[in-house]
């Protein structure tokens, strides 16, 4: 699988490369925090990548193109058409209870009592959903529906709302679970280093284990990434040890 990178194989090189350099110990919970924290800068960069690789020409070579590499990347955290569930009958959908892990809304869609799909435009300010909700002209209908992302107060702050709702209950009254979907990127899995503790020392436990989840090609840089986040904590020189083999990578893979 191209998307797993083995979290105990990062865990003892990173140990290796601390221990090389008489840096000192990393534990089982200081490397888990450093983990999902280094997983997740890799993760975000994608995004800040793409923007600034989108503003040059793509190479003529595919293979070579970063645009294309970094959506590739993207892709496989890409879910589509996932269900969701109203939650009252004013077109709320509470976002933690229907897509707890999404990273990014992409699109929101709206089937039509007759079975027929449509995308639903997004309206970014709650002034501007009130105005358009307001005026007989713009108000959304089943053939062109409208949804804004908003937080309310309450523990179920992050929400959707979409509209029109009239027509998204089915003839018992109830919330159809099928009328309204989206696509949307989620967030990799927080990776775990799990262990047990035996004879004072802990040992890996692969049964509870989590791996990170990023493409294979991202390994030396997750390595990397997790040295110098226990740089910051343990010793500068870690940090600088890290920085100068990840420049070397770098200059490596521009060569």
């Known amino acids: ?89 004013f077109g709320d959908i509470m976002i933690n209870d229907n897509i707890s892990d999404m990273y990014k809304l992409e699109t929101v869609y709206r089937r039509k009592n007759n079975g027929s799909v449509k995308i ?40 959707i709302k979409i509209s029109p709702y009239v027509g998204l209950l089915d003839v018992q009254n109830e919330f159809n679970r099928s009328q309204v979907f989206a696509d949307y990127i989620r967030k990799p899995k927080t990776p775990n280093w799990s262990y047990v503790v035996v004879n004072e020392q802990a040992l890996y436990d692969g049964t509870n284990a989590v791996d990170f989840e990023l493409h294979k090609s991202e390994e030396n840089n997750l390595i990397f990434k997790i040295l110098q986040l226990a740089g910051i904590t343990m010793d500068p020189n870690l940090y600088q040890i890290a920085t100068q083999e990840e420049i070397k990578t770098i200059q490596q893979e521009k060569a």
């Open 120 to 159: 639903a435009d997004r309206i970014d300010s709650l002034s501007e959903w009130r105005q358009i909700t307001a005026s007989k002209m713009l108000r959304p209908t089943q053939n062109y529906p409208k949804f804004i992302r908003y937080y309310a107060p309450g523990p179920e702050k992050d929400r």
């Open 1 to 89: 699988m191209n998307f797993e990178i083995e979290i105990d194989k990062v865990y003892q090189k990173v140990l290796a490369i601390a221990n090389k350099e008489q840096r000192g110990y990393i534990t089982p919970q200081e490397f888990n925090l450093f983990a999902d924290q280094a997983q997740m800068n890799i993760f975000e960069q994608y995004f800040f990548d793409l923007n600034q690789f989108g503003r040059i020409p793509g190479n003529q070579n595919k293979s070579a193109d970063p645009v294309t590499s970094i959506e590739e990347k993207i892709s496989y955290f890409k879910i589509r058409q996932k269900a969701l569930t109203l939650a009252n009958e």
